[in-house]
């Protein structure tokens, strides 16, 4: 039996949409149990009577997005987040689940589950989409780290082309690496080196990919410094985002033909704003975490809890972990 | 009288769209001289008659995209675009235009042109469009360096901001910081020092932007690392033609409903890519230099060349790279 735990107080839409979604998923995942951490009242009252593989844990105080992270993790011992996240450190628990402030997730990884030994640095990797394909790709850090080492990056990605080829069943991932041009000169002192080490590594790397290609499907993981993943992935959700509500707009303020033209092309909006859909592929991973830590963005409604829950449970089912710690404990 | 050095050969349009663009532009600009560069023949075809304030140099070489930069500025001394920058560099012209290789557009600004004296590095920097507005925002440096130092986003920064308010006609323009975090401590050595020589600066600094807000409007300038800044800017592009790509194909196969409805909103999508025309805003200066060396992408039409002729022509009336002289001049 495996067991998530979720906290059930973070992002907007919680308890509500969190509790929805573990009882959808639970009803599929017949080996999985669930820990909510949270409101006792207000989870019980959305549980109902089906209590089966559901167990609450009631904590008093929640973590919000102001809050300085690592302040947060220390002080408050009674929120949501730092109890599920002792539960999994103490094996209570195998995986933990938050919409919170990402940096209190972090610092939860990185203090109380800690890392796997012999990974210098956990990472986040979201699933992005791509052009062409319902595969998506990986990219990793985008943003558990605003320094980084070159062999962070190599870290990196033996474990996202891992998890690519585990997880969303790519084989033989394609590697490269975020770099300012094609050539394997390209870039920084750091981007250079990583260049280097995945060079030699024994990961299916095909070289460097610049920013305007990611979204094309070329590279199946992309490893990149926290810093400027951080920065491309937060710019991705605003240029589609800012187009996508230039769209709309434009769509509704461009007289009556416009607006009937609008309604008869509905059905393929649709189908283009599902492609940028992120909520399909789960949550960011938290890669090299003694634990699956995931991450979904805190506006997330039902639907992108239970992609989540989903993923979660694929990941403990394929041992990832176990395979991170064969990976990388040997190392010094 | 302004003289403008022009790299006819550069780009995927050249001479064509280049040497139109120039009757165009000169039929408008009355005190501005032309020196197109490349080959003659050619160019004097497309001229026809009217010679009036253009002159041609005959030039046998052209740097293509593959070339290795500095190694073809080095050797291919009869090139479109080496010929263009002596002149610049000898005052037989004022500013220069090409369409080329950003790397051998970037060394001719470093090894022939030289850059004014006090700015440590010069930068790339584009304007791009916001959503709100027809104002855009400039960002700098875009990719002329790989590794950056705190003092160089200082300089671009001061000089993107000047830029901003005398060409674009931004009043007291808000300066931003491209970094992981709202936070003044956000960031790696580099950024928070960075933060630091901004917030101390007489500049108008509204402290760090992240990457989703950069489209918002928020800031009239950002100050970002070349390394990061080119992800960026690449970024953009890709996403946005990503989902243009998306939306143009979703609207025709989806049936003739979907067709028809297309047809319909024709003209409201039009509006939409034109907001996302960066090549209204001319080209990418290369800020610092000691003359004016504007870049506007290969693929530009005679349009674009003609937006970016007419921004050098606006430079050279401001007599910006004067204003940089004074400011940066005094410094060791």
């Known amino acids: 039996m495996k067991t998530i735990a979720i906290d059930a107080m973070g992002g907007e839409n919680a308890p509500e949409a969190i509790v929805q979604a573990v009882l959808q998923a639970k009803a599929e995942l017949k080996n999985t149990r669930f820990i909510l951490f949270g409101d006792e009242e207000k989870i019980t009252n959305l549980i109902g009577q089906d209590k089966e593989r559901i167990a609450i844990v009631a904590t008093t105080q929640v973590i919000k997005d102001e809050d300085e992270p690592v302040k947060a993790i220390r002080t408050m011992k009674d929120s949501s987040l730092v109890v599920a996240a002792q539960y999994v450190k103490q ?28 990974v210098a640095r956990p990472g986040f990797m979201p699933t992005l989409p791509v052009k062409n394909s319902d595969d998506g790709f990986n990219m990793i850090d985008v943003g558990a780290n605003a320094k980084s080492r070159p062999e962070y990056l190599l870290d990196w990605a033996k474990m996202a082309a891992y998890y690519a080829e585990k997880i969303r069943g790519v084989k033989n991932p394609k590697v490269a690496l975020l770099n300012n041009g094609a050539e394997s000169d390209k870039g920084d002192d750091l981007h250079q080196q990583a260049y280097e080490l995945l060079r030699k590594s024994n990961l ?62 509905k059905g393929a909006l649709k189908g283009l704003i599902s492609k940028f859909d992120v909520d399909k592929y789960g949550g960011a991973v938290l890669l090299g975490a003694d634990a699956p830590i995931v991450k979904t963005h805190g506006r997330s409604d039902k639907r992108a809890v239970y992609y989540t829950i989903k993923q979660i449970d694929k990941i403990l089912s394929e041992k990832i972990i176990d395979q991170f710690r064969q990976e990388f404990n040997h190392k010094k």
């Open 91 to 118: 094996k209570k628990a195998d995986a933990l689940l938050s919409l919170g402030n990402t940096g209190s997730i972090l610092a939860c990884g990185i203090f109380i589950i800690g890392r796997i030994k012999g």
């Open 204 to 265: 299916n790397f095909i070289g460097n990919i610049e920013g305007n290609e990611l979204l094309d499907g070329k590279a199946d993981v992309v490893a990149t410094d926290g810093f400027t993943g951080n920065a491309v992935l937060k710019n991705i959700e605003g240029t589609s985002s800012v187009l996508i509500h230039l769209l709309k707009d434009s769509l509704l303020n461009n007289g009556p033909i416009t607006k009937i033209g609008a309604l008869m092309i």
